[in-house]
């Protein structure tokens, strides 16, 4: 294989669409979301953590919450420290494994969290409705649609 196979290339063109929709898609939650003090991780954590249930194993370990929302356990840690600083979200040991530390929304979390949500899937919604009028880009809006549809 060469640097010029055709097979490389159009992965190389595949990843570079991804990334370009993935950057766009950022951006347009990063200004949509400034304006209830969130960033789009700090959304997705609280989402991520709102989706928890009440009761044993209920809650999400650090290491979950971490490949959760894609950060590296010390990034995570870092948001986690931000939120809570905050008081949107709380932190406290797992009462069966010691080692274990949950992560928590707090009713504050909860409360913004429900203001945001509109926002966040307007944003959302506009940046694929964006992306979608870009050749390089429409058939990765059909994936991350047709994805959603199936979920529901």
Do not use: F
């Amino acid at each position: 294989m060469t640097a010029t196979d055709p097979s490389l290339t159009a992965l190389a063109d595949g990843w570079c669409a991804l990334s370009l929709l993935h950057g766009r898609i950022e951006s347009h939650l990063e200004r949509a979301l400034q304006r209830h003090g969130l960033s789009p991780r700090e959304y997705s954590l609280l989402d991520v953590l709102s989706r928890q249930h009440d009761g044993p194993g209920g809650h999400l370990q650090m290491k979950q919450v971490a490949e959760a929302v894609v950060l590296s356990q010390s990034a995570t840690t870092r948001l986690v420290t931000r939120l809570e600083d905050r008081g949107l979200l709380s932190r406290y040991l797992c009462p069966t494994d010691r080692r274990g530390i949950y992560t928590d929304v707090s009713g504050s979390g909860l409360a913004l969290l429900t203001e945001a949500r509109p926002t966040h899937e307007a944003a959302l919604r506009e940046a694929l409705d964006d992306a979608s009028r870009d050749p390089r880009l429409e058939p990765l809006v059909r994936v991350v649609e047709s994805a959603r549809t199936a979920a529901a």
